[in-house]
């Protein structure tokens, strides 16, 4: 039974360039939300996409977009990065319909210069 | 808006010992869920106990146990018997169900536990 995967790892990128990171659920899976944790920090909440929409969103500005595929993978874009963006990017996913408690992937660490 | 509370930046104890982590939440509503979850340095968050609010008794996992205070808002996790591999950041976190998904996870800051040799 697959769990949650992320890729890349790690990334460095500099200021006000654009990332895109990715997410594969766990099988039978059909949510996914991401976190971001800065360093010594608990996560926060981006946001969660299902049926493809995104359904809830965090406080976090519009430089931060997602995306969810057919398959139910999904990823975050983060526009015109700011040296506050670094940070470890966490994608969990869960069930919709059971409420289903979620299920984290390894995370990409995001380092920006 | 939920919070949630951990006042225990770091603890220490020996292995074999048995410790416990406190949080405490606050919110106004009446269908939520509990959970601690452990991240170790691998950075892996690891879920280690669920808990749903209407249940009045108290969830259990292996060496894992909660003591649910619902009219005090509170949620500690007691770790029995503690292991070396139990060393790791250890997160209260709390959602609230809506009958069709559920909200994001809102995090305490986390206790840093360690276990001594």
């Known amino acids: 039974d697959a769990g949650v995967t992320q890729s890349p790892t790690h990334l460095i990128k500099t200021r006000g360039q654009q990332v895109t990171l990715r997410c594969s659920p766990k099988s039978g899976h059909d949510t996914v939300s991401w976190y971001q944790q800065a360093l010594g920090q608990g996560p926060q909440f981006i946001f969660q996409?299902?049926?493809?929409?995104?359904?809830q969103r965090g406080n976090f500005p519009d430089r931060f977009s997602g995306h969810q595929f057919p398959n139910y993978s999904s990823e975050l874009n983060v526009n015109a990065l700011l040296l506050g963006d670094s940070a470890l990017y966490l994608c969990?996913?869960?069930?919709?319909?059971?409420?289903?408690?979620?299920?984290f992937g390894p995370g990409t660490r995001l380092l920006v210069l | 808006a939920q919070t949630v509370t951990q006042s225990q930046p770091e603890m220490s104890v020996q292995e074999a010992e048995t410790v416990t982590l406190s949080c405490t939440y606050d919110t106004s509503e009446n269908n939520y869920y509990l959970f601690w979850y452990k991240q170790p340095p691998s950075r892996q968050m690891i879920l280690v106990i669920r808990?749903?609010?209407?249940?009045?008794q108290n969830a259990t996992e292996n060496r894992f146990s909660v003591n649910f205070q619902k009219a005090a808002k509170s949620f500690s996790l007691k770790i029995s018997d503690s292991q070396l591999g139990d060393t790791a950041m250890y997160f209260c976190a709390f959602t609230v169900g809506r009958g069709g998904g559920a909200d994001g996870l809102t995090f305490g800051k986390g206790t840093h536990l360690i276990i001594q040799p």
């Open positions: 996409y299902y049926e493809e929409e995104e359904r």
């Open positions: 808990q749903e609010a209407y249940k009045q």
């Open positions: 969990a996913s869960s069930l919709w319909e059971l409420q289903e408690t979620q299920y």
